[in-house]
């Protein structure tokens, strides 16, 4: 029988348990994206709660693209002393800490219309109706170059890896979907070529930070709407990644906010779960490739995700909004307190003032 407490792989990372806090954004950075002392506080906190795996708060690869406020930054060697406090921080409570490297493109609405916001193609990102610049082939090379860049500045920052944001409608996301991109060069068409923008920041990142750093890509399982990426392209794109050396994919959904709504729908086949919102998306995948699978979005109870560990191949379980409620969970949790989760998920958390429980944090 698996144990949520054992120690595991994630390609060379040796984890103390499979609780992973998934990416969130804390906006509280300075306003060009170093950190603050609230956000090492925060980062310190989640270690002392025994969180296995940290991932950061998304990070924008290039200066002039930020889709959120207070979100941190990797675009210049500015950031690797900082962070190397950051990640000497979070060591010294024997977790490990991953960074997450995003371009946000048109999932946004800040500072729209003062800045040039790369898409695949001139199609408005449907929450957002924000309007993206169709990239040139330059353009494209300038951003597959500033996320490889962004990998290695990790490495040299004492990350223990770094995971490449392929979810959440953001760049490459964008570039994956067939309603997105419409691309007519090598970069749209077929799914060889709307992978290859991908496939692309990967290798040359792979380059830069050699063989043994783990790389990790968090994708969406599906857009959950017509036209959108599919669920069995998604699983092509794992198997390619699996192929290229990737070391590990986190499965998420598509629809930010809007999960809990769609608890027992079905889509290409599978249903968003009231626990583990997108689990059965992640264990078919799971059986499809050897390398880790974590899943993310909805667990709340101990008792179910152990049964989850149990029943698939999913090896790790990521947690976002309940670790701002309670960023000692994982430790209550295994020091025997196995009440669910405080978190209600209303999504009060995000403010202008920083993103914190608002509800038991006052």
């Given at each position: 029988m698996k144990n949520l407490f054992e120690k595991t792989q994630l390609g060379n990372i040796t984890l103390k348990n499979r609780f992973v806090r998934s990416a969130t954004w804390e906006n509280m950075t300075?306003?060009?994206?170093?950190?603050?002392?609230?956000?090492?506080?925060?980062?310190?906190?989640?270690?002392?709660?025994e969180v296995g795996l940290i991932i950061t708060g998304y990070a924008n690869v290039v200066q002039e693209e930020q889709p959120n406020p207070g979100m941190m930054g990797i675009y210049n060697d500015s950031f690797i002393d900082e962070y190397k406090k950051l990640t000497d921080l979070v060591h010294k409570y024997d977790s490990k800490i991953v960074m997450q490297i995003a371009y946000g493109g048109t999932k946004t609405k800040y500072n729209v219309g003062q800045r040039i916001i790369f898409a695949p193609s001139e199609v408005p990102e449907r929450g957002t109706k924000t309007l993206g610049k169709s990239m040139t082939k330059e353009e494209i090379d300038y951003i597959v170059d500033a996320f490889a860049k962004a990998g290695k500045r990790s490495k040299d920052s004492?990350?223990?890896?770094?995971?490449?944001?392929?979810?959440?409608?953001?760049?490459?996301?964008?570039?994956?979907?067939?309603?997105?991109?419409?691309?007519?060069?090598?970069?749209g068409g077929s799914l060889e070529?709307?992978?290859?923008?991908?496939?692309?920041?990967?290798?040359?990142?792979?380059?830069?930070?050699?063989?043994?750093?783990?790389?990790l890509v968090k994708l969406t399982a599906s857009e959950?709407?017509?036209?959108?990426?599919?669920?069995?392209e998604t699983k092509i794109i794992c198997k390619k990644l699996e192929e290229l050396g990737v070391d590990g994919i986190e499965i998420s959904g598509?629809?930010?906010?809007?999960?809990?709504?769609?608890?027992?729908q079905s889509f290409d086949g599978y249903e968003?779960?009231?626990?583990?919102?997108?689990?059965?998306?992640?264990?078919?995948?799971?059986?499809?490739?050897?390398?880790?699978?974590?899943?993310?979005?909805?667990?709340?109870?101990?008792?179910?995700?152990?049964?989850?560990?149990?029943?698939?191949?999913?090896?790790?379980?990521?947690?976002?909004?309940?670790?701002?409620?309670?960023?000692?969970?994982?430790?209550?949790?295994?020091?025997?307190?196995?009440?669910?989760?405080?978190?209600v998920r209303c999504s009060k958390c995000r403010t202008a003032n920083g993103n914190y429980c608002t509800i038991f944090n006052k």
């Open positions: 300075t306003e060009d994206g170093h950190m603050t002392d609230e956000l090492y506080k925060i980062y310190k906190e989640l270690a002392k709660g004492g990350f223990d890896g770094v995971e490449i944001h392929g979810a959440h409608t953001y760049l490459i996301n964008q570039f994956l979907s067939p309603y997105y991109n419409k691309r007519e060069d090598e970069y070529n709307r992978m290859r923008f991908l496939i692309e920041i990967y290798s040359k990142m792979r380059e830069m930070v050699g063989r043994d750093y783990p790389i959950f709407f017509d036209g959108g990426l599919t669920f069995e598509n629809i930010h906010g809007k999960a809990k709504s769609m608890v027992g968003i779960k009231k626990e583990g919102y997108f689990f059965e998306y992640g264990n078919i995948i799971s059986n499809e490739v050897d390398i880790p699978i974590i899943t993310v979005g909805g667990l709340t109870n101990i008792n179910n995700i152990e049964k989850i560990l149990n029943e698939t191949n999913i090896d790790f379980f990521a947690i976002s909004r309940p670790l701002l409620t309670e960023p000692n969970l994982i430790k209550r949790w295994k020091d025997g307190n196995k009440e669910p989760v405080k978190c």
